[in-house]
């Protein structure tokens, strides 16, 4: 045992946990919950500390899932996989290259925990595919009574349709069952287009792409559209070379990008002009390789995000009440807003729970004011019905929350049946779930 502050990876968090735990199997998991109980202490599994919101803020024990990180079993015929839930999504990427395997669809990071991941929705985009936690086929719980349990579609099967998105509310996860795909590439297209000419032709670029997204540049009328669409193993389109992957990954988007940041942080009033100068940098390109590599970017200029999922039908007004509230309340925006889309699902807490799906993702540089551009932005999301992301920046809590999700009841009475005593519950939780 050892006792460390916290913080997340944005900085937006932090903790001062009475000890850290850092359980290498289920059953040592266990102990540490029965342990914690015997002490009156709560208990928070935490995995690489990627989300913005206070969701895997530890005030008992933290429980760092690092250990839980081993490959249990892989079953290419069946197309599932089984892993511990402290292992990376970089590193589950490998492991299903390895195998000819992929998940069917990936956010555009890869440095969050499984666990993590599913449990605090992480989506990607495309209209025909669905967030991580709907890829889920069963899952290896640590509950409340130290007891170590396994959930799915048919085997207690109201558990498993709370924790497969749970917030880390209901248990510890101590293993995950994906189901996979076949591996595939993916033909990536990136070009830079007017904000208008993107909302025409917004419903051909969504539904003629396997996925598409767009960027939106504030104070401008730049967005950078990129279409990604999937192609067979055998499809012999060459990957970038290592000159074009760092010019654009690791130079434009990350050490060009963040100087631009820190020169708009010291001198706010050139974030329009230095806006306009990162829209005509994102120049148009195109390459081929495979899925999880094209899905992901590193992302390394430190940045705060809230992340809503509004009606598909209502995007256009958002993002017209979103440039009116930018340009009105003269706001400095150095971030461009991501739009990325999603196909409905069942998940009780999926953001996508029954309708088809626009994300609108704000974003601000670190050292940037935030509260006054995103309290304008949730205002805009609000009054459309959006839902949050778990995992970013939001100010809702469980009365309005309820009001969004129709099984909003039926996983607070899988949590009141499963962790009564609130054994895994934070200061976040008891806000968006209630006491």
């Not at 999603?342 to 953001?351: F, G």
């Not at 006054?372 to 970013?392: L, M, N, Q, S, T």
Request: net charge neutral; aromatic share 10%.
């Amino acid at each position: 045992m050892t006792t460390a502050p916290w913080r997340n990876w944005a900085g937006t968090e932090s903790a001062a946990p009475v000890r850290t735990s850092r359980p290498v199997c289920a059953d040592e998991a266990a102990a540490a919950v029965r342990a914690a109980a015997e002490d009156g202490l709560r208990v928070k599994a935490v995995g690489s500390g990627h989300s913005f919101s206070g969701v895997a803020v530890a005030d008992g024990v933290l429980m760092d899932t690092g250990g839980l990180d081993e490959v249990v079993e892989v079953d290419p015929g069946a197309g599932l996989v089984t892993v511990g839930a402290g292992m990376g999504l970089w590193r589950l990427n490998r492991v299903l290259e390895a195998h000819g395997l992929a998940l069917e669809n990936l956010g555009d990071i890869d440095r969050q925990t499984v666990s993590g991941a599913i449990s605090t929705g992480t989506h990607g985009t495309g209209d025909r595919y669905r967030g991580l936690s709907w890829q889920v086929e069963a899952l290896k719980l640590v509950l409340a009574d130290g007891s170590v349990v396994r959930c799915s579609r048919s085997e207690r099967g109201e558990l498993f349709e709370a924790a497969r998105l749970g917030l880390g509310a209901l248990g510890v996860i101590a293993e995950v069952t994906l189901r996979c795909v076949p591996a595939f590439k993916l033909r990536a297209v990136e070009w830079p287009m007017r904000l208008e000419a993107v909302l025409d032709r917004l419903e051909e670029l969504v539904s003629e792409n396997d996925h598409f997204e767009f960027y939106w540049f504030p104070h401008t009328e730049r967005a950078l559209a990129k279409l990604n669409n999937r192609y067979s193993m055998a499809d012999r389109r060459r990957r970038p070379s290592r000159l074009s992957y760092w010019w654009n990954e690791d130079f434009t988007e990350n050490a060009l990008f963040g100087a631009s940041s820190r020169v708009g942080a010291r001198f706010p009033a050139a974030v329009p002009r230095l806006n306009r100068v990162a829209g005509r940098v994102w120049s148009a390109r195109s390459y081929t390789d495979l899925s999880h590599r094209v899905f992901t970017s590193p992302r390394r200029v430190v940045f705060r995000e809230m992340e809503y999922a509004v009606p598909r039908e209502a995007l256009p007004e958002v993002l017209g009440a979103l440039r009116g509230a930018v340009d009105r309340r003269g706001l400095n925006v150095s971030f461009p807003v991501e739009v990325r889309f999603a196909a409905a699902d069942e998940v009780w807490l999926s953001t996508a729970y029954g309708r088809r799906t626009a994300y609108v993702a704000v974003h601000q540089y670190h050292r940037h004011p935030h509260r006054d551009y995103f309290r304008a932005a949730a205002e805009i999301f609000d009054a459309v019905g959006g839902r949050p992301h778990w995992g970013k920046m939001h100010r809702l809590e469980a009365d309005s929350l309820s009001r969004l999700y129709e099984r909003f009841g039926s996983f607070l009475a899988v949590r009141d049946e499963v962790d009564p005593d609130r054994r895994f519950a934070n200061p976040y939780l008891e806000r968006v779930l209630g006491p």
